[in-house]
């Protein structure tokens, strides 16, 4: 259900996905072709060995045995790696140590073997390969001065590399690409998060959460700005009092009270047309919209309505326990431009008239109501 419900996000945002996607490719391809520099490296590995000449044989031993535990080997990378030894060795090569300030030196241990890799970075091959292998002599002189019983030298010189290791157009085409779409992917995701928030705050202020009809400030701004975009339309008002659970609404338990006021809206929204309203109007009134409708046409639709909700509702399986809503009715038509206001206190007059006599479905007439 999981894998469902997030293939459904990203196919709703396909199009983030792709842009992001493009984007970063475009981006890629851009900087490695106008804006990279190229850099190349230079490898020189040296290897560290006992010194034969300088020691006996149960000295070799000894001199094996310490350099399996990698003090030694690790120490002569130290050397490599220290910024006075790389000083002096610049120096000597002829030039102010800041002529190279883009290029990067690094030593580090080849894994289980006495071999030291130093790495040269930068934008000229030939520059690269002189650092390393100058460095590395100046590195091996200083240690022969140093330690005799440990010979350090060249496994493999430094040479110039013919092919940049970066910028690598295409490798780094595919992982933008990659990324892009990680991105687009976060985007999308973020995106309906983002929109169901904002649909969630909205609908506090549009949908009542116990009946799950509309808010009455919703509906009362609906219906106004229907008579202002139609200012002759002809709609009927209609409000629907539940006077059978008046005396216990506020003794009943919260989930009582939202299954009873979510089976009147959907009652409601089944028996009118796709273009009516209905929202929660009190506590115990929901109002009704009924567009271009008047009330001689509304009146027997009002009259089924009632009849439905007045059917007995279990709110418990097996019946133990049903409400009787007792619903009133009342309701009023506007046909010649009446103000909101007026026509809502005829519909809340005709109600009146409704919660006081024998019939429960009255609409607004001038007599006997003026």
């Known amino acids: 259900m999981e894998v469902r419900f997030i293939l459904k996000i990203l196919q709703r945002g396909w199009w983030l996905i792709l842009i992001s996607a ?25 290897i560290v060995s006992p010194n034969l000449q300088s020691t ?8 094996l045995d310490t350099l399996d ?15 006075q030894i790389k000083q002096e060795a610049l120096l000597l090569l002829g030039d102010e140590p800041s002529a190279f300030k883009d290029y990067t030196m690094s030593a580090t241990l080849i894994p289980d073997a006495n071999v030291i890799r130093y790495s040269v970075k930068g934008p000229n091959p030939e520059v690269a390969a002189l650092l390393a292998n100058g460095i590395g002599q100046y590195a091996i002189d200083y240690v022969r001065r140093l330690y005799i ?18 910028p690598r157009p295409l490798q780094d085409a595919i992982l933008a690409l990659m990324v892009g779409i990680v991105l687009g992917v976060g985007l999308a995701i973020f995106r309906d998060q983002v929109s169901a928030t904002i649909t969630r705050f909205g609908q506090r202020n549009t949908i009542d959460y116990e ?10 701004r609906h219906m106004r700005q229907e008579i202002v975009k139609q200012p002759d339309v002809v709609i009927t008002l209609g409000i629907i009092h539940l006077n059978g659970i008046q005396d216990i609404y506020d003794s009943l338990p919260q989930v009582y009270i939202n299954q009873i006021l979510r089976k009147v809206t959907e009652t409601l929204r089944y028996q009118l ?9 009190s506590k115990l009134q929901f109002a009704v919209l009924l567009l271009g409708t008047d009330g001689i046409s509304a ?52 109600l009146s008239i409704s919660m006081e006599s024998n019939t429960k479905t009255n609409m607004y007439k001038v007599r006997p109501f003026g």
């Open 22 to 46: 493009l984007l970063a490719l475009n981006f890629s391809l851009i900087y490695s072709y106008y804006f990279a520099s190229p850099q190349y490296e230079s490898v020189a590995r040296f």
């Open 56 to 63: 006996d044989s149960q000295d070799i031993v000894d001199s």
């Open 69 to 83: 535990r990698r003090s030694i080997i690790a120490t002569y990378a130290e050397v490599l790696n220290s910024h």
């Open 149 to 166: 019983v440990y010979n350090i030298d060249f496994l493999d010189r430094a040479i110039p590399d013919e092919e940049a290791i970066r």
């Open 211 to 220: 009946s799950q009809s509309y808010t009455r400030t919703y509906f009362d």
């Open 273 to 281: 047309r796709g273009n009516d309203i209905v929202g929660r109007w």
């Open 299 to 350: 009146n027997s639709r009002f009259e089924h309505i009632q009849e439905i909700l007045d059917q007995p509702i279990s709110l418990e399986d097996g019946g133990e326990f049903d409400i009787n809503l007792d619903v009133r009715i009342g309701f009023a038509d506007r046909q010649g431009g009446e103000a909101i206001n007026v026509l809502i206190n005829q519909a809340e007059s005709a």
